[in-house]
């Protein structure tokens, strides 16, 4: 559960980067109640014990989403929740389900079309939405929360992300009663959920790499970690000493994984030295933060591949043997 929360940390960083540079979002057919179980499990552990969850998942089907945001979308709909019923406690009440909509349902939901949707209904048992904010709750930064209790953006994240994935969000309530919003996403069609990549565990190799980066922790853990998968490692925490290494011997290392933000001969440096030495030579590139324009120049340049971080083994792994059967 905790990597599978720092997984998503990695992801909402790299969806605030892209949507800070107006740039597209990856997506994949992704089954919703995976997504939604996941995200109970870890809202479980947050939640005060007055507050009992109840689910009823009743479809499996698949929507086109990015999981990050997807995941995003449950969390913010059950953290509200869980807010407005935190003082006197309550049922947390997520429900799943498909619906056909025809050109006749089009009345009730005009900014959906026709076909098949699934509809995400999250409900609570709080005091219900006073009709005087009721038409500004998808307002960014606008909120009812005292300071310190919220930023204004949950909602406005939801609607913004199932609006462009082809959905729309919904809300009843009644005071003293309590609020149920509806997320409707449509279905994909015919698609098909994309094969598991293979665990770090499936990876071995038995070239010779250089591993760089100014954070001992990582260079440490990069000699323990490829060297149980077979490979031989050589790491670093300086970029002048990585050099040196392999100008002594370019011919015998294999592929260099550096990261770019280093004191001293910094990532970029590093890699220009090494390809002027080597041109071709595979290299993998890690960071915290890529802008669009240096991917694509790297690339250019001869950089295979980009990680972003914080690095999980079994990207590294998969990118290793990656750029290493392509040669």
């Given at each position: ?10 992801e ?9 540079r ?16 996941e ?9 005060p ?59 009730l939901y ?40 919220g ?58 790499i ?27 925490t ?53 802008e ?22 079994r ?13």
């Amino acid at each position: 559960t905790i990597m599978e929360a720092a997984d998503r940390a990695q992801e909402l960083v790299r969806q605030i980067l892209v949507m800070s540079r107006k740039a597209g979002t990856e997506t994949a057919p992704i089954r919703m109640s995976e997504v939604v179980e996941e995200a109970l499990r870890l809202m479980a552990a947050t939640l005060p014990g007055t507050i009992k969850i109840d689910t009823d998942l009743r479809t499996n089907a698949l929507v086109l989403a990015n999981g990050s945001q997807l995941h995003q979308v449950v969390t913010n709909l059950c953290t509200n929740a869980g807010h407005a019923m935190r003082r006197k406690g309550g049922i947390l009440q997520v429900k799943l389900r498909e619906l056909e909509l025809g050109e006749g349902d089009l009345e009730l939901y005009q900014d959906l079309s026709a076909g098949l949707y699934v509809v995400l209904e999250v409900r609570d048992t709080g005091p219900g939405i006073p009709e005087t904010v009721r038409n500004r709750i998808f307002d960014p930064f606008f909120t009812t929360k005292a300071p310190g209790e919220g930023s204004g953006i949950g909602l406005s994240v939801v609607h913004s992300v199932v609006v462009a994935a082809g959905g729309t969000v919904t809300v009843d309530t009644e005071i003293g009663i309590g609020s149920i919003f509806r997320v409707f996403w449509p279905v994909a069609a015919g698609a098909e959920l994309q094969t598991q990549r293979a665990d770090s565990s499936t990876v071995e190799g038995r070239e010779s790499i250089i591993f760089v980066d100014d954070e001992p922790m990582q260079a440490d853990l990069a000699e323990r970690m490829l060297g149980k998968m077979g490979f031989r490692v050589q790491a670093f925490t300086d970029g002048y000493k990585a050099l040196d290494c392999f100008k002594a011997d370019p011919a015998g290392f294999d592929l260099l994984i550096t990261d770019l933000a280093m004191p001293g001969l910094t990532g970029e440096a590093l890699v220009e030295e090494v390809l002027r030495i080597r041109p071709g030579f595979p290299i993998v590139v890690c960071s915290g933060h890529f802008e669009q324009d240096v991917e694509e120049d790297g690339l250019a340049v001869g950089i295979r591949r980009y990680l972003l971080k914080p690095l999980r083994w079994r990207s590294i792994a998969e990118a290793i043997r990656e750029v290493l059967d392509e040669e």
